[in-house]
């Protein structure tokens, strides 16, 4: 039996493997249209591969997933992400839990991942075509038929679809596999961005660019419906990090842009109460009535956001805060549990992904095959699957890539 994989990513390399152990005298062919396999992920992570994530509870697991979590209950349930980091570690490539739950190599190096399939295809049958694009997917009998740029062919009896999103074009993610699904019968989900970083209006921006914020809840929406707490950095053009990322995956069907932004509020202070902070801005107010207001406020946040509190909320940053009346301390309280911003636009960032897809109502959950055509399986980030930032996209990818493989090649 031939099974052909279109997109040798997380979900192509993992489907490659699972097939030939499902069955080792397949004859698998693996195509990408890069130079070499695993180009995403190899810079995932900032080039570290962030493989997993650490969280042992299902349940938590799934809910990491705007779209596809219950989806994916099945897949990720027979392939978690313990067993996962045990998948790797025994193919020769250490892991580590960092604080955060994020599993990366040890090595710190996205190479040694991919590797692992290098290692396992160069020790089987696997045929692997690298610099081929695939322009059309047809029909041919029970099977498929392959047609290349350069008008070669190739036949099959199962097809796996693997070729990723529409995220980081330059990895080859250039939404081909959309238009073979389609073509194919399938529909496909509304296409956004999501765990983009956010540009905004506000000018003094970049006057905090760098300043990171260990947690902080972000919160969007007209009715504050997308909320997420967790770090964040900001940047000369906006904010970035998880929980910027998390929020934009929330709201990753949301219009917004210049003419019309999207309002977003910050909680510098989320474990704090707003007349707690208060009470202690004023207390040091008090404690110290000959300081000038921005000198007591370094007490509490950076001189940066200090000087920008003031200005943006009309205050003399050198008046003495004996001077600063209690009105006043709740409106510098307010402002930092709640730094209002205007998102107008978004930036990749380096976890990018895409929201929408193929449609999960026409694919099996259990084996990933096509509810419309026979043969024809889908994995990874081509389905309408997508999750937060901390590994939980490449996991998906390990556990769709697996169920597919195992189903096609059985």
């Known amino acids: 039996m031939r099974i052909a994989i279109i997109g040798g990513g997380a979900a192509g390399l993992m489907a490659a493997a699972a097939a030939l152990e499902a069955n080792p005298t397949l004859q698998v062919t693996l195509i990408d249209r890069n130079a070499e396999l695993g180009k995403k992920v190899m810079i995932s992570g900032g080039g570290r591969c962030n493989v997993t994530t650490g969280l042992r509870d299902i349940r938590e697991v799934l809910k990491r997933y705007p779209r596809g979590g219950k989806f994916l209950n099945s897949a990720m349930r027979a392939f978690p992400p313990w067993t996962v980091r045990t998948w790797f570690e025994e193919r020769g490539v250490p892991l580590k839990a960092e604080a955060d739950l994020r599993v990366f190599p040890k090595s710190n190096d996205g190479r040694d991942i991919v590797g692992v399939f290098e290692r396992l295809f160069a020790a089987s049958k696997v045929s692997i075509l690298l610099n081929r694009q695939v322009t059309t997917v047809t029909r041919q009998g029970t099977g498929f ?10 036949d099959c009896d199962r097809l796996i679809l693997t070729t990723g999103g529409q995220a980081f074009r330059h990895t080859g993610s250039t939404g081909d596999g959309y238009a073979f699904a389609e073509f194919l019968g399938h529909r496909i989900t509304p296409l956004a961005p999501s765990l983009n970083a956010f540009y905004v209006r506000e000018p003094w921006i970049r006057e905090l660019a ?14 504050g419906e ?5 770090p964040f950095l900001f940047t000369h053009r ?4 998880p929980a910027v990322f998390a929020v934009s995956s929330q709201c990753a069907y949301e219009k917004y842009g210049p003419e019309r932004p999207m309002k977003i509020l910050i ?4 474990d704090e109460k707003l007349e707690d902070l208060r009470d202690r801005i004023a207390a040091s107010g008090r404690q110290n009535p000959k ?8 007490f509490f946040m950076p001189k940066s956001l200090a000087s920008l509190a003031c200005r943006e909320l009309k205050l003399d940053p050198q008046r003495h805060a004996s001077e600063i009346s209690d009105a006043d ?12 911003l205007s998102v107008i636009g978004r930036d990749a960032g380096e976890e990018f992904v895409t929201a929408g897809g193929v449609d999960l109502a026409e694919v099996d959950q259990r084996t990933m095959e096509s509810k419309l055509v026979p043969g024809l399986f889908f994995a990874g980030e081509l389905l309408d699957i997508d999750g937060f930032t901390g590994g939980f996209n490449l996991q998906a990818s390990w556990a769709t890539g697996r169920a597919a493989g195992l189903a096609a090649g059985e």
């Open 291 to 298: 300081k000038a207001l921005v000198n007591v406020l370094d």
């Open 226 to 230: 997308y909320e997420f707490t967790g």
């Open 145 to 154: 038929r392959l047609t290349f740029k350069d008008g070669d062919t190739l």
């Open 329 to 340: 301390y709740g409106r510098l309280a307010a402002w930092l549990k709640g730094l209002p």
């Open 267 to 270: 909680d510098l202070r989320p």
């Open 210 to 223: 760098g300043y990171a914020v260990p947690k902080a809840t972000i919160t969007a929406g007209e009715r």
């Open 238 to 241: 906006g904010v970035t990090g």
